[in-house]
């Protein structure tokens, strides 16, 4: 699986993008875990909270495509200092903050901003720029494996960090980190293989995202990606809720959580190895067709915790396993130089789906008293995204490989 990965610039390169995602994603992942202490010291109420974390997912994919393009035209290395540094910024303003505009500016604006802009696509664009393309799918899985052991790793530190030291304690704590990745991007830029010379004529940013926009691919792989952000975010925000209408315990949730992540890691090293090895298409229709049926399987099933285990550990597998085959849809679309912005695309698709998975979620669980006909949209919805896959032009594995 690894082979591609055994030069050492190749792989050096890999690992620092891995673990700036680590940290990114880590602090991202785990915001819901201040929800409650934020709201007995503050008093906002968990409304007026849940807010400010709901423009923090919207800003998250709206900054991507602007943070690839700024990155695909002056190169990575300031783009990412300063997401960095916004991030722990964010974190570090938080905990002066008494009022809802103050937590949607530091933690919807300030935070998200930073960590959306230090995420999939100005790293995976900064790494595949670096290697050759029979590396850049285990690449990305492996980039996305790391910010999945991110969100597995910080999660019960933060938690514990909280419980010992307070919810403040904890920002400061997240705002550290984020610095403290600040020498990784050293490792991820300063590779002694120089960036991929473009030899095709460059008409600008612009051009090309006004030539993949004009793209039926292109379009077709972000109907699949607005899927996807739809069926996460539902699940993210609203599993606990699911849980509770079960009556099972709140521990029940916590761990499913948790399997997630961690069959997440696995799930993007293997679709990263599959994409050098399939058409991605073919892979991304296939996750999303196991996911159509994980989620019919989940409604016959009991409510039981092993159901719910089984279940998480199912869908985790294939998580956000979708992003090393769509970024790979995307550089062999339209090539690396303009990854970053074309890809950040694709994910402000997938995020403005999980603005509606998790807001459509919370008003289904009102009108109806629970979440039956969410489930069914995310069937419908995982069933389109498999079909909508299977059209756009790839070439075959063998192909391409020769032809490069």
């Given at each position: 699986m690894f082979r591609s990965l055994r030069s050492p610039d190749v792989l050096v390169t890999t690992l620092a993008a891995a673990s700036i995602l680590l940290v990114t994603m880590g602090i991202r992942q785990s915001m819901g875990l201040f929800v409650s202490p934020l709201n007995t010291s503050t008093g906002l109420g968990i409304a007026t909270i849940s807010l400010a974390l709901a423009?923090?997912?919207?800003?998250?994919?709206?900054?991507?495509?602007v943070a690839g393009a700024i990155a695909d035209r002056h190169g990575p290395r300031p783009v990412l200092i300063g997401a960095l540094v916004l991030l722990a910024l964010g974190s570090a303003l938080t905990p002066f903050m008494s009022s809802g505009p103050g937590l949607?500016?530091?933690?919807?604006?300030?935070?998200?901003?930073?960590?959306?802009?230090?995420?999939?696509?100005?790293?995976?664009?900064?790494?595949?720029?670096?290697?050759?393309?029979?590396a850049r799918g285990t690449a990305s899985g492996v980039i996305n494996a790391g910010g999945s052991f991110g969100q597995f790793l910080f999660a019960p530190i933060l938690q514990k960090l909280i419980q010992s030291i307070g919810w403040m304690g904890a920002m400061g704590a997240m705002a550290i980190a984020?610095?403290?990745a600040l020498p990784l991007i050293g490792k991820l830029t300063q590779s002694s293989t120089p960036p991929i010379a473009h030899t095709d004529t460059d008409h600008g940013v612009l051009r090309a995202v006004r030539d993949a926009l004009g793209d039926r691919s292109y379009l077709l792989l972000?109907?699949?990606?607005?899927a996807c952000g739809f069926h996460i975010a539902f699940l993210a925000t609203h599993l606990p809720g699911e849980v509770e209408l079960c009556g099972l315990p709140p521990t029940v949730a916590s761990w499913s959580l948790a399997i997630i992540g961690l069959a997440?890691?696995?799930?993007?090293?293997?679709?990263?190895?599959?994409?050098?090895?399939?058409?991605?298409?073919?892979?991304?229709a296939a996750m999303y067709g196991s996911r159509a049926v994980l989620v019919a399987a989940y409604l016959l099933a009991p409510p039981s915790e092993w159901t719910f285990y089984v279940f998480?550990?199912?869908?985790?597998?294939?998580?956000?396993?979708?992003?090393?085959?769509?970024?790979?849809?995307?550089?062999?679309?339209?090539g690396v130089r303009y990854l970053g912005t074309l890809f950040g695309l694709t994910l402000l698709s997938h995020q403005i789906g999980g603005f509606l998975g998790a807001w459509l979620g919370g008003?289904?669980?009102?009108?109806?008293?629970?979440?039956?006909?969410?489930?069914?949209?995310?069937?419908?919805?995982?069933?389109?995204?498999?079909?909508?896959?299977?059209?756009?032009?790839?070439?075959?594995?063998?192909?391409r490989v020769a032809t490069a």
């Amino acid at each position: 699986m690894f082979r591609s990965l055994r030069s050492p610039d190749v792989l050096v390169t890999t690992l620092a993008a891995a673990s700036i995602l680590l940290v990114t994603m880590g602090i991202r992942q785990s915001m819901g875990l201040f929800v409650s202490p934020l709201n007995t010291s503050t008093g906002l109420g968990i409304a007026t909270i849940s807010l400010a974390l709901a423009v923090a997912q919207f800003v998250w994919g709206a900054i991507q495509p602007v943070a690839g393009a700024i990155a695909d035209r002056h190169g990575p290395r300031p783009v990412l200092i300063g997401a960095l540094v916004l991030l722990a910024l964010g974190s570090a303003l938080t905990p002066f903050m008494s009022s809802g505009p103050g937590l949607v500016l530091t933690i919807g604006l300030v935070s998200a901003m930073g960590s959306g802009a230090a995420s999939f696509s100005v790293l995976i664009g900064a790494a595949a720029q670096r290697m050759p393309v029979e590396a850049r799918g285990t690449a990305s899985g492996v980039i996305n494996a790391g910010g999945s052991f991110g969100q597995f790793l910080f999660a019960p530190i933060l938690q514990k960090l909280i419980q010992s030291i307070g919810w403040m304690g904890a920002m400061g704590a997240m705002a550290i980190a984020a610095l403290a990745a600040l020498p990784l991007i050293g490792k991820l830029t300063q590779s002694s293989t120089p960036p991929i010379a473009h030899t095709d004529t460059d008409h600008g940013v612009l051009r090309a995202v006004r030539d993949a926009l004009g793209d039926r691919s292109y379009l077709l792989l972000h109907a699949g990606f607005f899927a996807c952000g739809f069926h996460i975010a539902f699940l993210a925000t609203h599993l606990p809720g699911e849980v509770e209408l079960c009556g099972l315990p709140p521990t029940v949730a916590s761990w499913s959580l948790a399997i997630i992540g961690l069959a997440n890691i696995f799930g993007s090293l293997y679709a990263g190895a599959c994409v050098s090895r399939y058409r991605s298409k073919h892979v991304l229709a296939a996750m999303y067709g196991s996911r159509a049926v994980l989620v019919a399987a989940y409604l016959l099933a009991p409510p039981s915790e092993w159901t719910f285990y089984v279940f998480a550990a199912g869908l985790g597998f294939t998580w956000l396993g979708t992003v090393p085959p769509t970024a790979a849809l995307v550089g062999k679309l339209f090539g690396v130089r303009y990854l970053g912005t074309l890809f950040g695309l694709t994910l402000l698709s997938h995020q403005i789906g999980g603005f509606l998975g998790a807001w459509l979620g919370g008003l289904a669980v009102v009108e109806f008293g629970d979440f039956r006909w969410m489930w069914y949209a995310d069937i419908v919805l995982a069933l389109l995204a498999a079909v909508l896959n299977l059209p756009i032009r790839e070439a075959a594995i063998e192909r391409r490989v020769a032809t490069a």
